[in-house]
T-cell receptor
Framework: AQSVTQPDIHITVSEGASLELRCNYS??????LFWYVQSPGQGLQLLLK??????LVQGIKGFEAEFKRSQSSFNLRKPSVHWSDAAEYFC????????????FGKGTHLIIQP | NAGVTQTPKFQVLKTGQSMTLQCAQD?????MSWYRQDPGMGLRLIHY???????DQGEVPNGYNVSRSTTEDFPLRLLSAAPSQTSVYFC????????????FGPGTRLTVT
């Protein structure tokens, strides 16, 4: 069965500092990987996705993620965070369709310090 | 395009009551799904549909029913609400069942007392 682990429940970063959110996945074949962001009281917005090809993918709002097959990881990065980046971030894996749907990690809550 | 819409935004039910959460999309997506979000649990798949007339169970289907009579609509029914169903419910859709990116609705916050 597919699974996703986000090891950090909370992360606090100063505004302007760099950010890396960790994501490890378990999947039997080549996965489809996603990062979503959820602002308080809102739905989920897709930041970026990896299906195949270049392992460094660019997303919206200045985010990027790198797929590392050998480490089963898909970490999210941003070189300089803004206060508006404070939100909950979810990593997700899919690929089988149907009953597998998307399997989400439990999320990382990002706090931005002024 | 309105994308994925959900109604209501908030709902309070008493134990044993029934209700239907509405979900609609205007993107002609084949695949639609329902997730529930609980604190510290991420999102878990309840039911999904790969097209009109076809539905199946996800990870946590007990206590919920779905139907898909049209491409656009995918309602979620709670037959006899229980406090354990207190959660935030998200509907999502994608172009096909091959798990391209899913588009999420704004959610329905349900409280069962």
């Amino acid at each position: 069965a597919q699974s996703v682990t986000q090891p950090d429940i909370h992360i606090t970063v100063s505004e302007g500092a760099s950010l890396e959110l960790r994501c490890n996945y378990s999947y039997g074949a080549t996965p489809y990987l996603f990062w979503y962001v959820q602002s308080p009281g809102q739905g989920l917005q897709l930041l970026l996705k990896y299906f195949s090809g270049d392992t460094l993918v660019q997303g919206i709002k200045g985010f990027e993620a790198e797929f590392k097959r050998s480490q089963s990881s898909f970490n999210l990065r941003k070189p300089s965070v803004h206060w508006s980046d404070a939100a909950e971030y979810f990593c997700a894996v899919g690929g089988g369709g149907g009953a597998d749907g998307l399997t989400f990690g439990k999320g990382t809550h990002l706090i931005i310090q002024p | 395009n309105a994308g994925v819409t959900q109604t209501p935004k908030f709902q309070v039910l008493k134990t044993g009551q029934s209700m239907t959460l509405q979900c609609a999309q205007d993107m002609n997506h084949e695949y639609m799904s329902w997730y529930r979000q609980d604190p510290g649990m991420g999102l878990r798949l309840i039911h999904y549909s790969v097209g009109a007339g076809i539905t199946d169970q996800g990870e946590v289907p007990n206590g919920y029913n779905v139907s898909r009579s049209t491409t656009e609509d995918f309602p979620l029914r709670l037959l006899s609400a229980a406090p354990s169903q207190t959660s935030v419910y998200f509907c999502a859709s994608s172009y096909s069942a091959d798990i391209y990116e899913q588009y999420f609705g704004p959610g329905t916050r349900l409280t069962v007392t």
